[in-house]
């Protein structure tokens, strides 16, 4: 009769134990949910960004040569793009001559102006180049993606190439007093030479270099068609600048600051751990909305008691380590990855984080 009393007592107390584990394993995952979520924020709406460029011919003209193709690695001022010369070399011809007739109505030698215009000309289209890559690299430097390094690196290379032009500037001054006072201020002859420098000009722009390194993307055109002044004819994606652009939730950003380190899974690189910091959080987000003028504003309608968590950008700067930097030929642009923000010298919920970014590349092997 005992035995028979006992049997369903003890089955009784094995699910009242089992209930037990599970409610306080419930209580620890919540607990950990609640303080990770703002001591050791995480998120796997992560993706590497760069810059897509746009190449846009100065010049108009038939496609000479592509020596590149889809996906192709370039690296700074590679040849992208040939466009036929011939008809450019000619206006440089006619512009040469006209400069001679020019000087021999004045009686002076017109040679060395030619040859100083060329090397004036070419110091002004590299400084042109120094100064597009270093203006993409000084608005990265503004908004804190970019070290500080690589924009007084750009600076440096801009600040070369004015020395250079300054250089050019005063020799063709120097060569130009060798025309003689009435040479000189000739309108004949400044007219011819600045009709030479235009066709020097325009002779160089016909080889279109990559900016930067990185590789090429969409290819619009392909040898023999007409490329137009102004219009794209292939994207570059550029290697020179990224950044990982993290959606985190609003709860998520109460204790991140600047300078905050992270670690980074990138899904391109199962098993394997970088390290970055914190380097701007986004002062808004967009809604989707849109207000016509005169019209009044409109709540947002939600459902249930729980409403869709809002994300903001957080841009993180990976840290140059020597893993990094040999990574960086395998970076493809929107990479997805996973982030994991250390807010603060939290031993323990440090330790479950380092462990869970770790767990969740070793995912990564799985798909």
């Known amino acids: 009769m005992n035995d028979q009393n006992s049997e369903p007592k003890s089955g009784a107390n094995d699910a009242h134990r089992t209930t037990r584990i599970f409610l306080i394993i419930l209580a620890v995952v919540l607990v950990w949910y609640v303080f990770a979520d703002r001591l050791t924020p995480y998120t796997a709406a992560a993706r590497l960004q760069g810059y897509v460029i746009p190449i846009v011919p100065d010049v108009s003209g038939y496609i000479e040569d592509i020596p590149v193709r889809k996906y192709y690695r370039a690296e700074a001022g590679d040849k992208l793009l040939q466009i036929e010369t011939r008809r450019f070399e000619l206006a440089l011809r006619q512009a040469e001559a006209a400069?001679?007739?020019?000087?021999?109505?004045?009686?002076?030698?017109?040679?060395?102006?030619?040859?100083?215009?060329?090397?004036?000309t070419q110091a002004r289209v590299e400084l042109d180049e120094a100064r597009t890559q270093a203006t993409r690299l000084f608005s990265l430097e503004e908004k804190g993606i970019v070290p500080r390094a690589q924009g007084d690196q750009a600076r440096a290379l801009v600040a070369s190439r004015e020395a250079k032009v300054t250089a050019a500037e005063a020799e063709q001054?120097?060569?130009k007093k060798t025309l003689g006072a009435e040479g000189e201020n000739n309108p004949r002859v400044q007219l011819a030479l600045a009709r030479l420098?235009?066709?020097?000009?325009?002779?160089?722009?016909?080889?279109?270099?990559?900016?930067?390194?990185?590789?090429?993307?969409?290819?619009?055109?392909?040898?023999?068609?007409?490329?137009p002044a102004g219009?794209?004819?292939?994207?570059?994606?550029?290697?020179?600048?990224?950044?990982?652009?993290?959606?985190?939730?609003?709860?998520?950003?109460?204790?991140i600051d600047i300078g905050d380190e992270v670690d980074i899974a990138f899904d391109l690189f199962p098993g394997?751990?970088?390290?970055?910091?914190?380097?701007?959080i986004a002062p808004g987000v967009s809604t989707g909305k849109k207000t016509d003028l005169g019209s009044l504003s409109a709540a947002d309608k939600t459902s249930g008691w729980l409403r869709s968590p809002q994300r903001y950008s957080v841009i993180i700067?990976?840290?140059?380590?020597?893993?990094?930097?040999?990574?960086?030929?395998?970076?493809?642009?929107?990479?997805?990855?996973?982030?994991?923000?250390?807010?603060?010298?939290?031993?323990?919920w440090n330790s479950l984080a380092w462990l869970w970014i770790r767990f969740v590349s070793l995912l990564s092997f799985l798909y």
């Open 99 to 120: 400069l001679e007739v020019a000087g021999q109505e004045v009686g002076a030698g017109t040679e060395a102006v030619s040859t100083a215009a060329a090397k004036l």
């Open 173 to 175: 001054a120097r060569v």
């Open 197 to 227: 420098e235009e066709a020097q000009l325009n002779l160089a722009r016909t080889t279109v270099g990559a900016p930067g390194q990185g590789y090429v993307g969409s290819l619009y055109l392909d040898e023999g068609a007409f490329a």
């Open 231 to 255: 219009q794209p004819v292939m994207t570059f994606i550029s290697l020179d600048e990224y950044w990982i652009d993290a959606y985190l939730t609003e709860n998520n950003l109460g204790r």
């Open 272 to 280: 394997r751990i970088f390290q970055g910091k914190v380097k701007k």
């Open 317 to 348: 700067e990976t840290t140059r380590t020597e893993e990094m930097i040999a990574a960086e030929p395998a970076l493809k642009l929107n990479s997805q990855a996973d982030v994991v923000v250390y807010t603060g010298d939290h031993w323990l």
